[in-house]
């Protein structure tokens, strides 16, 4: 993915996504962690989702041992849960 620090963002979306990567980057920072952030449903696919965002997040900082999670939801399946749960149990 392209690094959108090194340049003015091109739209709402890409400003919008600058900054909460900015905040990611400080969150990180002061828990001393991975950091992880999802707003949605957990239905099918959000633990494929999950998972590909993890696996990204450990090639990129091997020797992190700890992850915080920030989840939004108004629920969903718990089997897409208990995914989750293994992924970064298997990760983490």
Same mark, same amino acid.
């Given at each position: 993915?392209e690094?959108?620090?090194?340049?003015?963002?091109r739209?709402?979306n890409?400003?919008?996504e600058?900054?909460?990567?900015?905040?990611a980057h400080?969150?990180?920072?002061?828990?001393?962690?991975?950091?992880l952030?999802?707003?949605?449903p957990l239905?099918?696919g959000?633990d494929?989702?999950?998972?590909?965002?993890?696996?990204?997040?450990?090639?990129?900082?091997?020797?992190?041992t700890k992850?915080?999670?920030?989840?939004?939801?108004?629920?969903?399946y %718990?089997e897409?849960?208990?995914? %989750?749960?293994?992924?970064i149990?298997h990760h983490?």
């Amino acid at each position: 993915m392209e690094n959108l620090v090194s340049r003015p963002p091109r739209g709402a979306n890409e400003f919008i996504e600058q900054q909460l990567n900015e905040r990611a980057h400080v969150l990180e920072d002061f828990f001393k962690s991975d950091f992880l952030a999802f707003t949605g449903p957990l239905v099918g696919g959000v633990d494929d989702a999950i998972r590909d965002v993890i696996e990204e997040k450990r090639q990129q900082s091997r020797d992190q041992t700890k992850l915080t999670i920030v989840v939004t939801t108004m629920g969903g399946y %718990i089997e897409v849960v208990q995914r %989750i749960v293994e992924t970064i149990r298997h990760h983490y």
